[in-house]
Each structure stands twice: as C-alpha cells, then as structure tokens.
C-alpha cells in the first residue's frame, strides 16, 4: 500500500515477516532521464512477531500514515511508518512489549552498472532508440559512521546533451535550462542505538541486489530515519553538506497537514452500504486523491505513468522483467494529454495548492519553447509539444532519430504528434482557473499564458506566408493548417480541440484585469480572438454533429476531439442552447461510439456527465473507478501507461465530481448527472472562491451549505430540498 507525504511516496509491503518498502521522490532524474527510485529498505525484528502470529497492516488515511502490528508467542510489536510532510524525512517508529534487537538493510540494484536490456529504455528519454551500450550508472553506497549513505550524481554526457546536439541546437545550448547538470539525488538511514553489522547480496523479483544492514540493540523503543536531500550542486561535498542539516520530526504536524486536506472536499456514496459500487468508487476516489497528495509540493508534477508508486515491473507485465526502475513512457518526459487528466480534478477538490509543481513545470521551460520558435520559424511564441523533456524540448526519439535533412527541424518527425501544440493551452486553461476557483495570485504564469496564445498567431501567419500571399482566409480568420485534432485526426484543417482552447483561453486572459487595463495587451489579445475560426458541424444520419475539424488527412488514433468542445472547454454542455447538437455526437458520431471506453486516459465518463448522460455516465464511472485487480484498489492500470495509472485514476475523479457538480459561468448545476438510487454527501469547490456542501438521500436534498451564501442563488437543481 502507498504511503507518502510532501513530495516522497513508499511502496509498503510485508512479506515472510519482514517489513518492506521502496521510496521515491520528485525530481530524481539519472543521466538518461530515468525517474529512479531511491532504494528499498528492509525492517527485521528479533524475535520476529511478524512472521506467522496475528498480524495487520493498515492505512490510516485520515492521517496519512501506514500502522503494522503483530504478535507472536507473547510478543507483540507495532511500527508507524510516516513521512514528514514539511521535510524530506522518513519515519519509521518501533514499540514493542518486550525488548528486542532491530535490523535495517538498505539495499540496491544499482550497486554497479547495469546495461539496459532491449525496450528497457522505455524507462528512460530514448525509448525504443537508446544508443548501443547505454546502461543506468551506479549509485555511491556506504557506512558513514553509523549510518549509511546512499545518492546517485549524474556525471558525463546525458541525454539532455544528446537532444540539444540531435536537435540543431548547440549554438544555443547554454540558452537551454538542463536539469540534470550536477543534479545528486539520495540520502542517509539513521537510527539512535544502531550500528553497522555488515553488507549482504541477494536477489528479489528476479533483480539482484547489494545491501547495507544496521543493528540495534534489544529495546522496546526504535526510531529510524531516512533523510532525502536532491539538489544540483557544484560538487558533492556541497550536497553532502545539505543533507546534514539537523532534522527533528514533529508528526503532530503532518498529522495536521493531512486532517485540512480532507476537511477541504470529500464524497462519499452510500455509506451505509459498504457492499455496493457507490461506496466502493468513493472509497476509491478518497484513496486515489490521497495518492496526489502524497506529491503535494515535489518540485515536479505527479506523472501520469505511475506517479510515485510504480513496483516491481513484472508484477505489472511480465513482458518487461526489468528493475524496479522501470515505466513505460518514460521519467522526465512529459506527455501532456496524459498530465492535464492527474492536474484538472484538483480544482473541484481544493486542492489548487498541489498544481503548483505542474504550472511551474511550463514556466521553467518557457524560455526554451520561446527559443525554439525562434530559431526554427523566427517567429515569437512559445511551441511546447506534445512529448517533451523536462528541459523543455521534444522528447528525441518522438523528434526522430532517422530524418530527412530537408524536414522542419521544428517539428516532431512522428506520425502521432506532428503539429500537436495545443495541450499547453490546457494548462494554461488551468491556471487561470485556478485564479478563478481560489483566487490564487497568477501574475507569475500570465506571460506562459501570453507566449503560448502569440505562438498559434505567429506561427499560422508564418505557415500561410509559405503557402501563398495572404496570410487569412477570405473571413479574415487564421487557418489553423496544418494542424492535429488530438493524436487523432492528423493534417487537420481548424480542428475543434484547438480552436476550442484558442478561444476560451483568449476570453479568459482579456477578463483578467492585469489585461483590460493593459490597451496595448487588450487590443492585441481582443483582435486574435476575432481571428479564431470556428467549431463546424456535420451531418450524421440526419443528425447534427460536432465535427473533429474542418476537414481531415486521416485518423490515427483512439481519442475523441470532436467532443472537447464539451470537456474541458464547456463551450458545448447542460443549460447551453447548443445541446442537442453535442448529444447527437455522442449518440451518432461513429468514430465517438468505436472510441467508448473507461480505460486509461478515456474521458468518455466526463463527456456523458457535461451532458447530463446519467446511466451512461454511471456506467463508465464504475467501470473506471471500481477496484483494481491489484492488492491496492488504486492501483490502475497498465491500461495505455502504467500501473498505477494516475490519468486513469485522475479521468475518473473529474467524472464523478462533474456528476455532482458543475459549472457555467456563475450558475451552479447541482446533481447534474446523479442517479437517483445512490445517496450521497459531498463538499466540493467551485470558481469564485464557492464551496457547496450537500447531502442527498432518499430521492431529496437533506443539506445544502453555500459558502459564501450569496452564491446559494445560483443553484439550479432538478432534485427536491427537504
């Protein structure tokens, strides 16, 4: 089960009576781009009560923290495993009723050099075209006094040197924000009373490893500790020297943390029927939410493939018996049709604090999206792609190892994600709600905001001047070719995603007043927007349909643009005249009806709730978010990622809240798609700084809570208030 705080997540287990996890942190990416882990830690009590007695392992989800206890042969022990929200420590606390000796191995894969085995670089920024030879480097382990010491410093040529040189870039390259330059990732096990009593080698889940082992004196009281510390530094003397800043843990603290993060929002359905799929897909949703938390403040975002929580691989697809290293989809490659999924519930559930890392994932790399458009087009605006490196440039074996010399040194040479720029304006979409929801103070995103509009200005006018004289059609609109209607519908003609979050995006920037008071801002922003084209429909068997774009080359993927309009751009929706028209592409849409599913990354379950769909969206929503096949019920997955797939999980937290509650401007749906069967009591947020808590039971709203109350009149419901 997962355990974590901060920006550490633990895999926690129990096996043969000893206590195990692994532990991973935001932001500790190797050479390669591997998001590693940062070891496994092995917890061994003499007398062991763990091994064969009466034994539980529970997570205490209220307050964010694993308990085990057992007994045997009148010997009973428990021990808390925590991790310290405010500081990047572990702890491990040990209280037995007689006294006992403690042991704690750290052990390690990456004791040498390990050469990475065909496809297993999919772990990494190379994929499926990692040079010959390319191994994951060994980490630095020791005894250092009492303690040990372990971190990985990435050394030599990495992959982010590789790219910059494949992609024409090196006269710039100082230019570049490299992330991996002298980043060390690591730390140390301390524990009062222990001292070194050897190393041992071994093998688990068919990799073998080295490890390093503490031993404790007989006590009825244990502590351990495992401070992290990830910096880049100029030597390593520097990082070690961080790394011993004194610590003092202060649990009631963290406990604190936890307790206001679920007082922020919460659902749960049928409560008194723990038997039924309602309360199991809201004790899903509570467990998935607690996950993301576990990553609240990393320095970087959650990641869709897995987050921090990934295992043992062949537990997952016995096709990759690699290291506890691997996921598919990479480490620090972004994909971000995936990300948005992990980062949009956020809203609703309050917890806008926690999307901080992923906003300030586009702001770190806005320069070198700036940079690209410059040297590739000459043109301004920020070109962010669809897979892209943490340092901001398109991952290099999406870019293509193998293209022509004549081909647009700008572009991805890959038939999924030619001219797919406009996720970013997802995340922009994002943070501007976030100000929208919460008030939170925005100026420091406005100018990604800005640079990510003028690219698609910039760069269509730079594609039409190659085409011909003019440079808009003869409606003076923009033509948005070539363009990706998703990964979908490729050498699209104005497809309706892209269009979609031009214009929302646009009419939420001139709203903000840092922009109407602005008249040069306002007027450049006021005549794109008129430049936008529009959303066309088709004709479907009589029917009119939203159509994917204008027009279209081919189809090469699963996803279903044609109904972005509905999420997450609400353009089309409940309470809209242009209704009909979005539930006759749901309904007659071939390519929506083949695409239909719950798996992964599929949205379909959100589509149906923006359009009031309620046994449609009550299908989908079980299927997405009922148990897994895991022992944890949260653990998705593999489905098109990885297990635990978050934007499996993340797709399904935004469905049953838009179940709930939704949205349109300042009227607030209330049980839009809700079956009638299911009780339920929920709090959730909306934009301007609303909460709206309620229960509903029996067929009638018992409780209704406005805050603040004024918004009470904007309520629209169909259900009943007792």
């Given at each position: 089960m997962p355990c974590g705080g901060g920006d550490i997540g633990l895999n926690v287990w129990v096996e043969d009576g000893d206590i195990l996890f692994y532990f991973s942190r935001s932001g500790t990416f190797d050479e390669n781009n591997t998001l590693l882990k940062l070891g496994r830690v092995r917890l061994r009590l003499q007398s062991n009560p763990f091994d064969g007695g009466s034994f539980r392992q529970e997570l205490k989800l209220e307050e964010g923290y694993i308990d085990i206890t057992g007994g045997k042969g009148g010997v009973n022990a428990a021990v808390r495993v925590w991790v310290d929200v405010f500081n990047p420590v572990i702890n491990v606390e040990i209280t037995n009723n007689k006294n006992l000796k403690a042991e704690v191995s750290y052990e390690s894969w990456r004791y040498r050099d390990r050469l990475l085995r065909k496809n297993e670089s999919s772990q990494n920024s190379y994929k499926w075209a990692a040079p010959q030879g390319l191994s994951t480097k060994k980490d630095s382990m020791a005894f250092d006094g009492n303690s040990i010491l372990f971190y990985h410093r990435n050394t030599g040529e990495t992959v982010f040197d590789a790219t910059v040189k494949q992609q024409g870039l090196e006269h710039v390259k100082s230019l570049v924000f490299n992330?991996?330059?002298?980043?060390?990732?690591?730390?140390?096990?301390?524990?009062?009373?222990?001292?070194?009593?050897?190393?041992?080698?071994?093998?688990?889940?068919?990799?073998?490893?080295?490890?390093?082992?503490?031993?404790?004196?007989?006590?009825?009281?244990?502590?351990?500790?495992?401070?992290?510390?990830?910096?880049?530094?100029?030597?390593?003397?520097?990082?070690?020297?961080?790394?011993?800043?004194?610590?003092?843990?202060?649990?009631?603290?963290?406990?604190?943390?936890?307790?206001?993060?679920?007082?922020?929002?919460?659902?749960?359905?049928?409560?008194?029927?723990?038997?039924?799929?309602?309360?199991?897909?809201?004790?899903?949703?509570?467990?998935?939410?607690?996950?993301?938390?576990?990553?609240?403040?990393?320095?970087?975002?959650?990641?869709?493939?897995?987050?921090?929580?990934?295992?043992d691989p062949h537990h997952t697809d016995t096709a990759y018996m690699f290291t506890p290293d691997f996921r598919k989809w990479g480490g620090g490659t972004h994909t971000a049709q995936n990300q948005r999924l992990v980062y949009f519930p956020m809203l609703k559930s309050g917890d806008t604090d926690m999307m901080k890392s992923q906003f300030d994932f586009y702001k770190r790399i806005l320069p070198v999206a700036e940079l690209r458009s410059k040297e590739y087009w000459g043109h301004g605006g920020a070109c962010f792609t669809e897979q892209m490196e943490n340092f901001g440039l398109p991952n290099p074996s999406e870019y293509g190892w193998k293209r022509p010399d004549s081909f647009d040194k700008g572009l991805e040479y890959n038939a999924w994600l030619e001219y797919q720029w406009d996720t970013a304006l997802e995340f922009c979409y994002m943070i501007l709600e976030s100000e929208r929801y919460a008030g939170k103070d925005i100026s420091e995103y406005i100018p990604l905001i800005e640079s990510t509009l003028r690219f698609f200005d910039g760069h269509y006018q730079y594609?039409?001047?190659?085409?011909?004289?003019?440079?808009?059609?003869?409606?003076?609109?923009?033509?948005?070719?070539?363009?990706?209607?998703?990964?979908?519908?490729?050498?699209?003609?104005?497809?309706?995603?892209?269009?979609?979050?031009?214009?929302v995006v646009t009419e939420r920037l001139l709203q903000l007043p840092v922009i109407e008071t602005d008249s040069v801002k306002k007027e450049y922003f006021s005549t794109f927007l008129n430049r936008i084209p529009g959303i066309r429909t088709r004709e479907i068997d009589g029917h009119t349909t939203i159509a994917p774009a204008w027009i279209w080359e081919r189809v090469n993927n699963t996803e279903t643009p044609q109904l972005y309009p509905v999420f997450p751009w609400g353009?089309?929706?409940?309470?809209?005249?242009?209704?009909?028209?979005?539930?006759?592409?749901?309904?007659?849409?071939?390519?929506?009806?083949?695409?239909?599913?719950?798996?992964?990354?599929?949205?379909?379950?959100?589509?149906?709730?923006?359009?009031?769909?309620?046994?449609?969206?009550?299908?989908?929503?079980?299927?997405?978010?009922?148990?897994?096949?895991?022992?944890?019920?949260?653990?998705?997955?593999?489905?098109?990622?990885?297990?635990?797939?978050?934007?499996?999980?993340?797709?399904?937290?935004?469905?049953?809240?838009?179940?709930?509650?939704?949205?349109?401007?300042?009227?607030?749906?209330?049980?839009?798609?809700?079956?009638?069967?299911?009780?339920?009591?929920?709090?959730?947020?909306?934009?301007?700084?609303?909460?709206?808590?309620?229960?509903?039971?029996?067929?009638?709203?018992?409780?209704?809570?406005?805050?603040?109350?004024?918004?009470?009149?904007?309520?629209?419901?169909?259900?009943?208030?007792?």
């Open positions: 992330p991996l330059d002298g980043l060390t990732f690591g730390g140390t096990i301390e524990a009062e009373g222990f001292k070194p009593s050897g190393t041992l080698s071994g093998e688990y889940a068919g990799t073998d490893y080295k490890g390093w082992k503490l031993e404790s004196g007989k006590g009825k009281r244990h502590s351990i500790q495992i401070k992290l510390h990830t910096a880049r530094t100029s030597s390593i003397g520097e990082w070690k020297k961080e790394l011993k800043k004194p610590y003092a843990p202060n649990h009631r603290k963290t406990v604190d943390w936890w307790a206001d993060f679920w007082n922020r929002s919460f659902i749960r359905i049928q409560s008194e029927n723990k038997e039924g799929k309602g309360w199991e897909i809201a004790r899903n949703y509570q467990l998935f939410r607690y996950m993301l938390g576990c990553n609240a403040y990393g320095e970087y975002p959650t990641r869709f493939n897995g987050g921090l929580f990934t295992c594609l039409a001047r190659q085409r011909g004289r003019k440079v808009f059609d003869g409606n003076d609109k923009l033509t948005l070719y070539p363009g990706s209607a998703c990964e979908t519908y490729k050498m699209a003609y104005n497809a309706a995603s892209t269009v979609s979050a031009l214009k353009i089309y929706g409940l309470g809209k005249d242009n209704l009909d028209i979005a539930l006759d592409t749901w309904k007659y849409d071939k390519d929506a009806i083949r695409f239909r599913s719950h798996t992964g990354w599929k949205q379909d379950a959100i589509w149906a709730a923006r359009l009031g769909l309620v046994e449609e969206a009550k299908d989908l929503l079980v299927k997405k978010l009922q148990s897994s096949e895991t022992r944890f019920p949260v653990f998705w997955g593999p489905g098109f990622d990885w297990t635990p797939d978050h934007n499996w999980g993340g797709s399904g937290m935004i469905a049953l809240q838009e179940m709930l509650l939704q949205a349109d401007g300042k009227k607030i749906l209330l049980l839009p798609a809700w079956p009638k069967e299911w009780d339920v009591h929920f709090k959730l947020h909306l934009p301007y700084n609303t909460t709206v808590e309620c229960s509903y039971e029996k067929g009638k709203i018992q409780l209704l809570e406005v805050s603040p109350r004024e918004r009470a009149k904007d309520i629209f419901s169909e259900y009943k208030i007792d």
